[in-house]
């Protein structure tokens, strides 16, 4: 085989696998072509070759994880990208290669995840299913990379490698990476991991990189090329060029304002009707003279974008593109409350508006109440009108969990346990979490691809949902209503159980689900496990009493016997014995029992404690029942819809959490979120 053959082998194995997204991806397709000069034609220049030997050096002897740094994006790209083709010519290592900008349409992460996913070889990667939402993406690509025998047989099934290029992370467009969701911090045996950025430490938060990675500093390299490299000064000579036409430049710079203020590459009609660019404006800009108009350039489907990353990144230091990103959201969101309310269907919406304005509404920090205006019917509706629908409309029901979260932390760290209305803050935003998981629950399980058998070698593929499906929970979600009723009284009863009648309607006799509670009736106590226990048995049984009824008994210890055998033991088992003393001990100690119990359980813990954290509700601090609901509610992505009901950790066991952390309305909030979902999608 010749080089250029071998060459031409190699950089069709970055572009994905045949059939697959990744394959027919325009903008990968893009970055290729706009590299191909330098990394194809051209030899390396003598600084290039000194920043190859470095990363090689690295990769046949370094931690797992290097972080490129240089603040000039052509540089890195080309030099990333001809290293990364040199190691795939080599058959040195499976290469995956992801261009993160908004010029390829990568930058925000719902669209560099499907990319990233795409690359692989194909969707054994997945594991269980066909990743579905955002959650399932990333869990997909932790599990690829910490299985690298799965995904590459390069150089060799025993010994296989993976390499891993994100080029360009500082251009990330929407809070991504987010440390509280790492998906690069565990590279498994055999895996690499390269992030190019622009400096160490990520502007302007000042956060370093390797922080918002969740990497540890001794398990990366910093690879870093100095600043003196000249960088042009084309965008000034497009603002001269553009300032010399008068009127006509000022209505022209409009337009570079709007292509410097969006998150991928934008079509003539979407520019117009989803950015609000004035006809004029555009006709104008589309006659601009050189260097103005060479910024941008049109791909063969007619859509725009700038042509280099330092230009678009100097253009878009502009003070007039956060009224552009707030114009699109307020457009976005008054067409979407307008089609609600109108009694006609909708009318087909510009489609860069329904792909971006959620990342929009993120970029600009929107309100809870907005963000959850994407978490609805009509929202859905339109999503499905796209290709990737699924995708997207979960993508943007994550971005308004993620603001409800923030908020319910923020109320739950302000010190106003005893403010009614920071309580019925905390209700309010603990049911919209609570929507965003059922919602995204129910849509999971009507796409069904986990139920089906599936041909594993398959490239990815976007999922596609039938809405008509039934999301088989009809019994569940009548018992969680049941349940929900039994733990409320009057007319918040009557409420509830108004709407778990309706369920319950066809169905055989429904009753309630056990709670998990601490009995504190010293005539609960069992004499058995108590003479065990002193006998030198852990606590770690406390787990078995909650398997069988839900119910941690007292011992009948006394407090300072008691405190004395929870706090000799270690790691997980003094989670559950601080659990275990909780009946044991007079009131004023118990809030101090728990708090033994979180500090275990968020060094220890794992899910199998949660009807634990459960029991011990009444006494939890409120940012740590927060964080509990926030972090366990439908985040395992092998969980099905009808026991995010009614199963272990459902919305049914976790409801001591939702009762201490919003009282009896979190309750009657949470069942009417329960009979509106299962109205929306049975």
């Not at 319910?408 to 009614?420: I, K, N, Q």
């Not at 509610?633 to 066991?653: A, C």
Request: glycine share 8%.
């Amino acid at each position: 085989m010749t080089h250029t053959s071998v060459r031409q082998v190699a950089l069709s194995s970055l572009c994905g696998p045949e059939g697959g997204l990744a394959r027919s991806h325009r903008g990968l397709a893009a970055f290729w072509q706009s590299v191909a000069n330098d990394v194809l034609l051209d030899t390396a220049p003598a600084d290039t070759r000194a920043q190859l030997a470095a990363l090689d050096a690295w990769f046949t002897g370094g931690p797992a994880c290097a972080l490129v740094a240089g603040p000039d994006p052509n540089f890195r790209s080309a030099l990333l990208s001809r290293w990364a083709l040199s190691v795939a010519e080599r058959r040195a290592a499976e290469v995956i290669f992801v261009p993160v900008s908004a010029r390829f349409g990568t930058a925000v992460e719902r669209d560099m995840l499907k990319l990233f996913f795409g690359l692989f070889k194909g969707s054994a990667t997945a594991m269980f299913s066909r990743p579905r939402s955002p959650n399932e993406l990333i869990s997909a690509i932790r599990l690829a990379l910490m299985g690298v025998g799965w995904v590459s047989s390069v150089p060799d099934e025993e010994n296989p490698q993976l390499l891993v290029v994100l080029d360009g992370v500082e251009r990330a467009a929407d809070g991504w990476p987010d440390p509280r969701v790492p998906f690069l911090s565990e590279p498994g045996e055999g895996a690499r991991i390269v992030v190019s950025v622009d400096a160490e430490g990520h502007a302007p938060s000042g956060m370093l990189w390797r922080d918002r990675l969740a990497w540890a500093a001794e398990e990366m390299t910093l690879i870093s090329y100095p600043a003196d490299r000249p960088l042009s000064d084309e965008t000034a000579r497009a603002r001269r060029t553009l300032a010399s036409l008068g009127e006509e430049g000022v209505l022209a710079a409009r337009v570079f304002d709007a292509l410097a203020a969006i998150l991928a590459p934008v079509s003539r009609d979407d520019l117009v009707r989803a950015v609000g660019v004035n006809l004029a404006a555009l006709e104008v800009f589309e006659r601009a003279p050189d260097p103005a108009r060479r910024l941008v350039v049109t791909d063969d489907q007619g859509a725009y974008r700038f042509r280099g990353d330092a230009a678009r990144a100097r253009w878009a230091a502009s003070d007039r593109l956060a009224a552009i990103e707030d114009a699109i959201v307020a457009r976005g969101l008054s067409a979407l409350r307008a089609g609600r309310a109108a009694s006609e269907p909708h009318v087909a919406w510009p489609p860069y508006l329904v792909e971006y304005l959620g990342a929009h509404m993120t970029r600009r920090c929107a309100g809870v109440a907005d963000c959850m205006d994407l978490v609805s019917p009509a929202w859905l509706r339109i999503w499905m009108d796209r290709p990737g629908g699924l995708v997207g409309f979960l993508t943007d029901a994550r971005r308004a969990r993620r603001a409800a979260e923030d908020a319910l932390l923020d109320v739950c760290g302000s010190g106003t346990e005893g403010d009614p209305g920071a309580g019925a803050e905390r209700a309010a935003r603990l049911c919209d979490v609570v929507r965003c998981a059922l919602v995204e629950g129910a849509l999971c399980e009507k796409e069904g691809s986990r139920h089906e058998e599936r041909d594993r070698t398959e490239p990815y593929t976007e999922p596609a949902v039938d809405l008509t499906r039934p999301t088989g929970a009809a019994r569940e979600r009548a018992e969680a209503l049941v349940t929900f009723a039994s733990l409320l009284t009057g007319s918040e009863q009557q409420l509830v159980q108004g709407w778990a009648t309706d369920a319950c309607a066809g169905l055989d006799e429904i009753l309630p689900r056990s709670i998990p509670y601490v009995a504190t009736d010293p005539s609960a106590a069992d004499p058995e496990r108590t003479r065990r226990i002193r006998a030198g048995a852990t606590y770690d049984e406390v787990g078995g009493y909650l398997s069988r009824d839900m119910v941690i008994r007292p011992t009948d210890l006394s407090p300072e016997e008691a405190w004395r055998l929870a706090e000799s033991r270690d790691g997980e088992s003094r989670m559950v014995a601080f659990a275990g003393i909780l009946p044991d001990l007079p009131e004023e100690m118990r809030e101090k029992a728990v708090r033994e119990v979180m500090s275990a359980y968020w060094a220890h813990g794992d899910r199998l404690a949660l009807r634990v954290l459960a029991a011990c509700a009444p006494w939890m601090a409120l940012a740590d029942a927060a964080r509990v609901i926030c972090n366990e509610l439908g985040n395992d992505w092998t969980d099905e819809f009808p026991q995010m009901l009614v199963g272990f950790g459902s919305i049914t066991e976790l409801s001591p959490l939702l009762r201490r952390l919003g009282g009896t309305a979190a309750l009657v909030g949470a069942a009417r979120v329960i009979a509106d979902v299962g109205e929306w999608l049975p």
